[in-house]
Nanobody, 122 residues
């Protein structure tokens, strides 16, 4: 299984971006997917997760109301819609799969994809 995040770029403060995470899977069923951010000089931070069928979505407080996570299993893709972006939202964004299905929100992840860079200009 491989995950690939894309859609990053340069945006002004208050702007929007939509990131995509394509899940390349040859066998098995969809799993919950999480989104993470690693800002400059910061540790990687868990931001959001979506269950395997999109029925449950989790956000950390700092992105609630601004970020929306969704998925289209027919396209094997998970999305992160980001609105009202702030300079603190800048960083490399990663997606990864739930490594221990059954709990919510997911606590362990694997199959990390390469990240996509989001830059927010002030």
């Amino acid at each position: 299984v491989q995950l690939q995040a894309s859609g990053g770029g340069l945006v002004q403060t208050g702007g929007s971006l939509r990131l995509s995470c394509v899940v390349f899977r040859s066998v098995g069923s969809p799993k919950a997917v999480g989104w993470f951010r690693q800002g400059p000089g910061k540790e990687r931070e868990f931001m959001s997760a979506i269950s395997w069928n999109g029925g449950r979505v989790y956000y950390i407080d700092s992105v609630k109301g601004r970020f929306t996570t969704s998925r289209d299993n027919a396209k094997n893709t998970v999305y992160l819609e980001m609105n009202n972006l702030q300079p603190d939202d800048a960083g490399v964004y990663y997606c990864a799969e739930d490594a221990r299905p059954g709990g919510w929100p997911p606590r362990e992840f694997n199959n990390w994809g390469e990240g996509t860079l989001v830059t927010v200009s002030s």
